[in-house]
């Protein structure tokens, strides 16, 4: 089975790293972005075909938009006249609706929409899923088998689509954000940039597989470290005092937000 991703940006290169990792044979995906220069840095990188967007549809079982929300429709008209009916279509564009792709492709094409995120270049992603109104057990089940080897898959009613987009796709940059401040306080309490590293990402990767091993709530596990009168519970009142929780909230509630925006572009 061939598999064109189309729109090769930072979001469509991981998943098509992800699929060559996972043991997918060069010769069975495509890859089409619009600057030759791009194309012959793919083609170097992974051994790949790349093409323009409406051969690389024509020639392929499965397509994955990975074209950004803003370009989407442009993408949509140059494509329509060489997807036929029956052909699946995966989108990976954050806010863009099952209903938006179909109403441009003609027939009844089977549409899943999928937010992914970048943890897909360590096969630890997280892909949630949607399925169109043409799109059933099957679409689905193979929109997971295409994800499931580069992380982790979730499918979700559409209309939780955006909420997820702000939770989970744009989630790692969240820790990044959170990891950067914990080493500027440890670079501050005077250890040196790369032990303040080491030491914060452990702590979150230790964390975050304690969440996942455990299955215990967050609130568990962190009561676990708060001692009556001790270090962490100081730390803590400074965060609420602060109004970390409240921001991290708002955050995603305006990331939320923007991806309808786009979408809505």
């Given at each position: 089975m061939t598999i064109a991703v189309v729109g090769a940006g930072k979001m469509g290169e991981a998943l098509l790293s992800g699929l060559l990792r996972a043991g997918r044979p060069p010769?069975?995906?495509?890859?089409?972005?619009?600057?030759s220069e791009r194309a012959d840095e793919l083609r170097t990188r992974y051994g790949i075909e790349v093409s323009d967007a409406a051969s690389a549809a024509k020639a392929a079982d499965t397509l994955v938009l990975a074209a950004k929300p803003q370009d989407m429709g442009r993408l949509l008209d140059e494509i329509a006249p060489v997807v036929p009916a029956g052909r699946l279509v995966i989108s990976v564009a954050a806010g863009i609706t099952t209903t938006f792709i179909g109403e441009r492709l003609t027939g009844e094409i089977p549409v899943v929409r999928v937010m992914s995120n970048t943890p897909v270049l360590v096969d630890e992603a997280m892909s949630v899923i949607s399925a169109g109104a043409h799109a059933g057990e099957?679409?689905?089940?193979?929109?997971?088998?295409l994800l499931r080897p580069v992380g982790r898959v979730l499918r979700i009613p559409e209309s939780l689509q955006d909420a997820a987009t702000a939770l989970s796709g744009s989630g790692p940059a969240y820790v990044y954000y959170l990891v950067e401040s914990m080493v500027d306080a440890g670079i501050l309490l005077g250890m040196s940039r790369s032990a303040a590293m080491d030491m914060v990402?452990?702590?979150?990767?230790?964390?975050?597989?304690?969440?996942?091993?455990?299955?215990?709530?967050?609130?568990?596990?962190?009561?676990a470290v708060t001692s009556p009168g001790g270090t962490t519970i100081s730390a803590i009142r400074e965060l609420e005092k602060h109004g970390v929780r409240a921001a991290f909230l708002a955050a995603i509630e305006a990331a939320r937000d923007r991806g309808r925006e786009l979408g809505g572009g």
């Open positions: 010769s069975s995906v495509i890859a089409a972005v619009r600057r099957e679409h689905l089940r193979r929109a997971e088998e990402t452990q702590a979150v990767y230790g964390a975050a597989t304690m969440l996942r091993e455990t299955g215990e709530h967050p609130v568990i596990l962190r009561e």
